[in-house]
């Protein structure tokens, strides 16, 4: 069955540090990968995609995320995060062009 | 351009009782996702429309729910009779094609039933 695990459910950090939130996805022949971003009381707003092409995917923001195809890894990535940064960030992938699966979550806590 | 829109924000019923939310897709989009987030897990899929068709509504919990898509634009989730695990967050989503497309999200309606 398809799935998605965000491991960390919370990530406290201090700002101008770097940041890795995780996510692990199970495998298929044809999968996408996303990265969506909620902050307070607004809706999910995409940060990047993987489709195809490099395993390297930058986004808004200054996030970037590798593919890794063979750890089935998607994790995302900040060399330095802000305050505006805190926020839930999602882990979803696309399996057949069909409907999305979400990680549960991992609430990003920037720090001053 | 608008992005999707929800109504309510929020709605507070007690069990029993019927609830409708509302969901506005982005103008000229034909596939429009509900999905619900329950008690902080992961955001579940419920079911996706093409147009005013039924696509996959595999994630649909149970017949208590009801989900239309009137013309092909806005979209309808009723909860009838709610119950209390039927709280949480429901978020409805749009994108133009299928495929690897980008959905779009609304802000979700967070729903409580008591």
């Known amino acids: 069955a398809q799935s998605v695990t965000q491991l960390d459910s919370q990530v406290p950090v201090f700002e101008e540090a770097p940041v890795e939130l995780r996510c692990n996805y199970s495998s298929s022949v044809s999968v996408y990968l996303f990265w969506y971003v909620q902050y307070p009381n607004q809706g999910l707003q995409l940060l990047l995609k993987y489709l195809s092409g490099s395993t390297l995917v930058k986004g808004i923001n200054g996030f970037e995320a590798e593919f890794n195809k063979s750890q089935t890894s998607f994790h995302l990535r900040k060399p330095s995060v802000h305050i505006s940064d805190t926020a839930e960030y999602f882990c979803?992938?696309?399996?057949?062009?069909?409907?999305?699966?979400f990680g549960s979550g991992t609430k990003l806590n920037v720090k001053p | 351009e608008a992005g999707v829109t929800q109504f309510p924000s929020h709605s507070v019923i007690e069990k029993g009782q019927t609830v409708t939310l509302r969901c506005d897709p982005i103008?000229?989009?034909?596939?429009l996702y509900w999905y619900r987030r329950v008690m902080g897990k992961e955001i579940k899929f419920l079911l996706h429309f093409v147009k005013e068709s039924k696509q996959d509504e595999s994630g649909m919990p149970n017949n208590r729910f009801l989900a239309e898509r009137t013309g092909g634009t806005y979209s309808t989730l009723k909860v009838q009779p709610a119950e209390l695990e039927d709280s949480g967050v429901y978020f409805c989503a749009s994108s133009q094609g299928t495929g690897p497309e980008t959905q779009y999200f609304g802000p979700g309606t967070r729903l409580l039933v008591l």
């Open positions: 979803a992938a696309l399996y057949n062009f069909n409907k999305f699966y």
């Open positions: 103008s000229g989009h034909d596939n």
